[in-house]
């Protein structure tokens, strides 16, 4: 009797573990962090995490996590003949290893680079719509608009730079 009691053990204990992971799989999210869209301006929806409080001064909207500085960033609504703007791409034109530029789609240009600057932020990158800019000689032909994320992990910038809905 003892073998059928510990069989019937064995065979309960393997359902629960079974039941336990399809739970677990249809329960798991992918990023393991909820995130959520921000209608931070009329022009700006910015993907965040849920946990991060934001506050928008003029043109930037400034986002800070109270459990992860990691998740700290701020997104501005530039000018091109901007000061940053152009400390950005004189940095890139000179050092194209700390940084790339690809294209978003088929309106705007993603430039990345790895500065530091003021507020202690390490990247930053921009969108650059294809009309105004010149990949080439990395400059404008026009007055454009440029948004400017900064943060201090070059990933969470860029995930967040191709996750947005900007107004060029």
């Not at 022009?43 to 400034?62: K, L, Q, R």
């Not at 990691?70 to 000061?83: R, T, W």
């Amino acid at each position: 009797m003892n073998k059928k009691l510990i069989e019937y053990l064995i065979i309960a204990t393997v359902i629960i573990l079974i039941l336990y992971g399809c739970y677990s799989l249809i329960d798991y999210q992918s990023n393991g962090y909820q995130f959520r869209m921000v209608n931070a301006t009329d022009s700006m929806n910015i993907s965040c995490p849920s946990s991060s409080a934001y506050s928008v001064s003029g043109d930037t909207v400034e986002f800070r996590n109270g459990l992860n500085s990691f998740y700290n960033m701020d997104v501005s609504k530039l000018n091109s003949s901007d000061g940053k703007v152009k400390n950005i791409l004189n940095q890139y034109s000179k050092f194209h290893k700390s940084g790339t530029l690809d294209l978003k789609n088929e309106t705007c240009y993603v430039l990345t680079v790895e500065l530091e600057d003021d507020k202690g932020f390490n990247y930053h990158s921009m969108i650059i719509s294809v009309d105004s800019f010149d990949k080439d000689s990395l400059s404008f032909n026009k007055e454009a608009t440029v948004y400017l994320f900064d943060g201090n992990n070059r990933e969470f910038v860029v995930d967040t730079v191709y996750g947005s809905q900007v107004v060029i």
